[in-house]
């Protein structure tokens, strides 16, 4: 079970970025997609989460209206769309997968693909 994540950068207040998570090794519709982000001094904390059955998708409230994750089984990627984009956005973000269904919890998902920084900065 892999997962490839990419989409991360630099980009100013109020901008946006799509990241990619890229599944290999398991079909992407068994499994839970969960992001989860750690900003400097901070604890991981999770971002969003698209279930795998129902396909049902949650945010923290922190992100809802400006993030949407979606999911492309044919493709094995999961996206998730950052608009509006603020400073406090400012973290590494991860993809998560290997539960059968959503869970705030990073210690949940088993299989991790690497952090992609993002900077919101002017």
Do not use: H
């Not at 001094?41 to 923290?60: L, Q």
């Not at 993030?67 to 973290?91: C, G, H, Q, W």
């Amino acid at each position: 079970v892999q997962l490839q994540a990419s989409g991360g950068g630099l980009v100013q207040p109020g901008g946006s970025l799509r990241f990619s998570c890229t599944a290999s090794g398991f079909r992407l519709d068994y499994y839970a997609i969960g992001w989860f982000r750690q900003a400097p001094g901070k604890e991981r904390e999770g971002v969003s989460c698209i279930s795998s059955s129902t396909g049902n998708t949650y945010y923290a409230d922190s992100v809802k209206g400006r993030f949407t994750i979606s999911r492309d089984n044919a493709k094995r990627t999961v996206y998730l769309r950052m608009n509006s984009l603020k400073p406090e956005d400012t973290a590494v973000y991860y993809c998560a997968s290997g539960s059968t269904v959503c869970s705030d919890y990073a210690e949940d998902f088993p299989s991790w693909g690497q952090g992609t920084l993002v900077t919101v900065s002017s």
